[in-house]
């Protein structure tokens, strides 16, 4: 990452006025709450390294590499303790606790295996605030915003009617954590390598050297894992972003929005090559302002097959911010995010579990994942208990055989396909074509676009939304689908077809 930071020129500057005169966005800021890992701003106005390029915000160095650890005294796996676990959880990411914390719960003996399970989370999550306010983890979220925008063009804004908010890594991993030491979870800090079957038993090898042993092995290692098994070649397309929490001179957002989407592309002006690219394969801007010096903001590729390159969305981040006269100050993090999404599932069954990154359960037209992991753990946990909480000892297969199908049984795969053919149509389309979708999309019932979102339709409620896509869209939109979804179209229904057979 060092030396990427180094590697642009600085581009033409521009002027802010464009930004701060438009009638879409506003400028009166409120303080916000600050969130536990971002220092503040007298206790470190020591440390602040001024940008000496106006507006090249890449050349700061990043304050924070998120090596906070959680102030716990965990209950550690004891090697020389002969004890069989009934679950071994791989992974202290959102996805791993929050299994580990709903099956230990119900009495079933747990060991989570982390190489620094009291790690902060490295990404800055956000969420819709209803999500979190069902799953009752609404006090976990350190700021919330009463409205999100979505800017279409330099003429259209729509600003949606539903919170948003975003996750303190602190607090949700701290609760989880503190119910899973509650419930006797023990923790193991070592990497796993590898995983190795018996008939009714399972088992991992540890760096360290360690063999533990359980009935049944879940892998919430994240995108990365090694452990699942794909019988389909996996052609996912990639979200790739560049996002920086950064203290700025001004910003032109409003405090009560975050900026879900900025599509606008009028800072690339001046670039032609950028401007092309972005044309093709377009960002957009994601914002989350704390308060008039504190901003989150994210330069994201939605989907991109093959993934767009990172020193590119790193480029069109450094156009935008200076043309919006946005001068950062202090990065005080940065993040890389790149997201496989869609894909085939993982084979089901199969003999680990999965949950988390490696699921298939991400969005494959956003790229969330979060609150659906915290509303799915819970399912997939009442599945373990039914089998190695009961009388009935059910292992082996059919224990494998029943948690893959809990966690992916047939209608929730057939609305994965669904979602995959979102993804493949956003596949094909340029910004134009991306703008008119997203100005259809959201001005269809909030029960479609958010229900959407947030994983909530059923297959038929996705078939009327889909109808009422092409209904609410534009000549030219209608000209988009007609055109570039049929071969989506027909892969999402022979993959159904599949599905069902
Ligand atoms: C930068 C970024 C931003 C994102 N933002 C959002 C967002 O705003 N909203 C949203 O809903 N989703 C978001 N996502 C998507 C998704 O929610 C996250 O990737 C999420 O962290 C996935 O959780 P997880 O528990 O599956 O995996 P991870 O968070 O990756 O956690 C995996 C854990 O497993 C451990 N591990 C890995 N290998 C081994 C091994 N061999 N042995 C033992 N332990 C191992 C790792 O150390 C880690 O602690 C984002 C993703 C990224 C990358």
């Known amino acids: 990452m060092g030396t990427l930071l180094r590697l642009f020129s600085t581009p033409p500057v521009a002027t802010t006025c464009q930004i701060i005169s438009s009638p879409t966005l506003s400028?009166?800021?409120?303080?916000?709450?600050?969130?536990?890992?971002?220092?503040?701003?007298?206790?470190?106005?020591?440390?602040?390294?001024?940008?000496?390029?106006?507006?090249?915000?890449?050349?700061?160095?990043?304050?924070?590499?998120?090596?906070?650890?959680?102030?716990?005294?965990?209950?550690?796996?004891?090697?020389?303790?002969?004890?069989?676990?009934?679950?071994?959880?791989?992974?202290?990411?959102?996805?791993?606790?929050?299994?580990?914390?709903?099956?230990?719960?119900?009495?079933?003996?747990?060991?989570?295996?982390?190489?620094?399970?009291?790690?902060?989370?490295?990404?800055?999550?956000?969420?819709?605030?209803?999500?979190?306010?069902?799953?009752?983890?609404?006090?976990?979220?350190?700021?919330?915003?009463?409205?999100?925008?979505?800017?279409?063009?330099?003429?259209r804004t729509k600003y949606l009617d539903r919170p948003y908010g975003r996750v303190s890594r602190k607090k949700l991993k701290t609760k989880l954590m503190e119910s899973c030491v509650s419930n006797g979870v023990k923790f193991h800090k070592a990497k796993v390598w590898k995983v190795n079957h018996d008939e009714f038993e399972s088992s991992i090898i540890c760096d360290d050297g360690n063999e533990i042993k359980a009935s049944l092995i879940v892998d919430a290692s994240g995108f990365r894992s090694t452990f699942i098994e794909y019988d389909k070649s996996r052609n996912h397309g990639y979200q790739i972003a560049h996002g920086i929490l950064a203290e700025v001179e001004s910003h032109p957002f409003d405090l009560d929005k975050m900026i879900l989407m900025d599509w606008r592309d009028s800072h690339l002006g001046n670039e032609p090559y950028l401007r092309s690219n972005n044309s093709k394969t377009p960002t957009f801007l994601y914002a989350m302002p704390f308060d008039s010096n504190l901003v989150f903001l994210e330069e994201t590729s939605l989907v991109s097959r093959p993934v767009l390159s990172y020193t590119e969305v790193k480029k069109r981040m450094v156009?935008?911010?200076?043309?919006?006269?946005?001068?950062?100050?202090?990065?005080?993090?940065?993040?890389?995010?790149?997201?496989?999404?869609?894909?085939?599932?993982?084979?089901?069954?199969?003999?680990?579990?999965?949950?988390?990154?490696?699921?298939?359960?991400?969005?494959?037209?956003?790229?969330?994942?979060?609150?659906?992991?915290?509303?799915?753990?819970?399912?997939?946990?009442?599945?373990?208990?039914?089998?190695?909480?009961?009388?009935?000892?059910?292992?082996?297969?059919?224990?494998?055989?029943?948690?893959?199908?809990?966690?992916?049984?047939?209608?929730?795969?057939?609305?994965?396909?669904?979602?995959?053919?979102?993804?493949?149509?956003?596949?094909?389309?340029?910004?134009?074509?991306?703008?008119?979708?997203?100005?259809?999309?959201?001005?269809?019932?909030?029960?479609?676009?958010?229900g959407f979102l947030s994983s909530r339709l059923s297959l038929s409620e996705l078939g009327m939304l889909s109808l009422s896509l092409f209904g609410h869209a534009s000549s030219s939109s209608k000209l988009d689908i007609v055109t570039k979804c049929p071969v989506p179209l027909v892969k999402m229904m022979g993959h159904l077809a599949l599905e069902t057979l």
């Not at 007298?42 to 090596?67: A, M, V």
């Not at 069954?349 to 819970?378: C, D, E, F, K, W």
């Not at 292992?395 to 055989?401: A, Q, Y």
Request: proline share 7%; net charge neutral.
């Open 27 to 155: 400028f009166h800021f409120p303080r916000a709450a600050n969130d536990n890992n971002t220092p503040s701003r007298t206790s470190t106005h020591r440390r602040i390294h001024q940008s000496c390029k106006y507006g090249n915000f890449l050349d700061l160095k990043p304050e924070s590499q998120s090596d906070e650890l959680l102030d716990f005294d965990l209950s550690l796996f004891n090697p020389s303790d002969r004890s069989r676990f009934d679950v071994i959880i791989i992974g202290a990411g959102p996805a791993g606790i929050r299994l580990a914390e709903q099956v230990s719960c119900h009495g079933i003996k747990v060991c989570c295996v982390d190489p620094s399970p009291l790690s902060m989370w490295p990404n800055n999550y956000g969420v819709w605030v209803d999500e979190f306010v069902s799953l009752g983890l609404e006090d976990c979220l350190d700021k919330t915003w009463s409205m999100t925008g979505v800017c279409i063009d330099d003429h």
């Open 319 to 450: 156009a935008r911010l200076r043309h919006m006269g946005i001068r950062v100050k202090r990065v005080i993090e940065e993040e890389k995010c790149l997201i496989p999404m869609g894909g085939p599932l993982p084979r089901i069954p199969q003999s680990v579990m999965a949950i988390g990154g490696n699921s298939g359960i991400v969005h494959p037209s956003t790229g969330y994942m979060v609150a659906r992991t915290m509303s799915l753990a819970p399912i997939l946990a009442g599945a373990i208990v039914d089998c190695l909480g009961s009388t009935r000892m059910i292992r082996g297969r059919p224990l494998h055989h029943r948690v893959w199908n809990e966690l992916w049984p047939l209608e929730r795969r057939c609305i994965r396909e669904f979602y995959s053919f979102g993804m493949e149509t956003l596949l094909k389309l340029d910004l134009n074509g991306t703008r008119r979708f997203f100005d259809a999309f959201f001005d269809l019932s909030p029960y479609y676009w958010q």
